[in-house]
């Protein structure tokens, strides 16, 4: 297939696109609000007649050409569904897989406690790795009312963890 950013066709593509992006204040991420596959949580997106993973339509849009043979869209935000230029790149599966070996242990140290914890808090009800379990799991997709039942604790607890009001220091690295 061939990508031209100057083709008619291509750059309605892009700006019908661009209307299915939500742009996430917290995490700057750009999360794909329109079909998103069963496993793995990546959007897609119908271009040329083809579905099209949306990470990898939206690095085709910033580098302005296809993607070479054998390569990825990987995400530097391990969030499946953005497609923020800015946390694209690309590269082969073997560099993913150690990318993101790589933030697991960062997160991990989080719960080590060498962190400034939201949850040192007297009164706090989740721990770090609750709250960034949430976060993770409402951009992709999962309820407000789905997260209060799954952590035992109230709607608005849910929606102020997913609007930055509280813990605002536990982010999606
Ligand atoms: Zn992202």
Request: charged share 20%; aromatic share 10%.
């Amino acid at each position: 297939m061939t990508f031209d950013v100057t083709d008619p066709y291509t750059v309605k593509s892009i700006k019908r696109f661009n209307k299915k992006l939500y742009k996430d204040s917290i995490t700057g991420c750009w999360i794909f609000t329109g079909t998103v596959a069963s496993n793995g949580g990546y959007g897609q997106f119908y271009f040329k007649g083809k579905q099209i993973y949306t990470n990898r339509f939206a690095l085709m849009i910033k580098l302005g050409r296809e993607l070479k043979s054998r390569k990825y869209a990987l995400h530097t935000c391990d969030n499946p569904p953005c497609c923020n230029p800015n946390h694209l790149y690309e590269g082969t599966h073997r560099k993913n897989m150690s990318d993101a070996a790589h933030r697991n242990r960062m997160i991990g140290s989080i719960n080590s406690g060498n962190f400034q914890s939201g949850s040192k808090h007297r009164n706090a009800l989740l721990k770090d790795k609750q709250v960034l379990e949430i976060k993770l799991a409402f951009l992709s997709g999962v309820t407000r009312n789905e997260l209060a039942d799954t952590y035992n604790v109230s709607w608005h607890i849910i929606d102020n963890i997913v609007n930055g009001r509280s813990y605002a220091n536990i982010n999606i690295t």
